[in-house]
């Protein structure tokens, strides 16, 4: 009990510069400067955006202006850029690395990444079900991992079309 009350007291006395450092929401009029890359092109150069979405190993995240700096390694999934009059754009990563940088700036390194409307359903499910069988096959087992890695992309894929 008197831990709480030495924390309580200590509490009383807190200088007011302390509320001041504390981190606020992000402003509507707030951008984000977004650079998404890929090996061999650059979707988006130091672009404004209100927000981006992407598929982080930890979990999906939103990450908006004023966003604490942090590096989120990327599994297969959608990144979804919110522009400016909530106007968004989708696309599905294999996977890579984003890094939020203080002074509101998001660097996105992917590996490959495609517009999510150049996939098919169809496509998608045929080759899904064909990595499923490879992978359950009697391959070897180099031949059943590599199925089992495909597999997991499509069915990201697949969720991702069906969030369309």
């Given at each position: 009990?008197?831990?709480?009350?030495?924390?309580?007291?200590?509490?009383?006395?807190?200088?007011?510069?302390?509320?001041?450092?504390?981190?606020?929401?992000?402003?509507?009029?707030?951008k984000i400067s977004l650079s998404l890359v890929l090996p061999h092109q650059a979707i988006f150069t130091s672009t404004d955006v209100v927000q981006v979405n992407l598929a982080a190993a930890t979990g999906d995240m939103g990450i908006l202006a004023n966003h604490v700096p942090s590096i989120e390694a990327l599994r297969p999934?959608?990144?979804?850029?919110?522009e400016s009059g909530n106007a968004s754009k989708k696309w599905f990563a294999s996977g890579g690395f984003a890094t939020v940088h203080p002074g509101n700036k998001l660097t996105i390194n992917?590996?490959?990444?495609?517009?999510?409307?150049?996939f098919s359903s169809e496509a998608v499910r045929a080759n899904l079900q064909e990595a499923l069988k490879v992978a359950a096959g009697n391959g070897s087992e180099?031949?059943?991992?590599?199925?089992?890695?495909e597999a997991d992309v499509y069915e990201a894929l697949q969720h991702a079309l069906g969030s369309k």
């Open positions: 009990m008197s831990a709480l009350r030495l924390l309580s007291s200590a509490a009383r006395r807190t200088p007011s510069a302390l509320a001041q450092q504390l981190r606020g929401y992000a402003e509507v009029a707030d999934g959608l990144i979804e850029v919110v992917v590996v490959e990444a495609a517009p999510l409307e150049s180099e031949d059943k991992m590599e199925a089992r890695i």
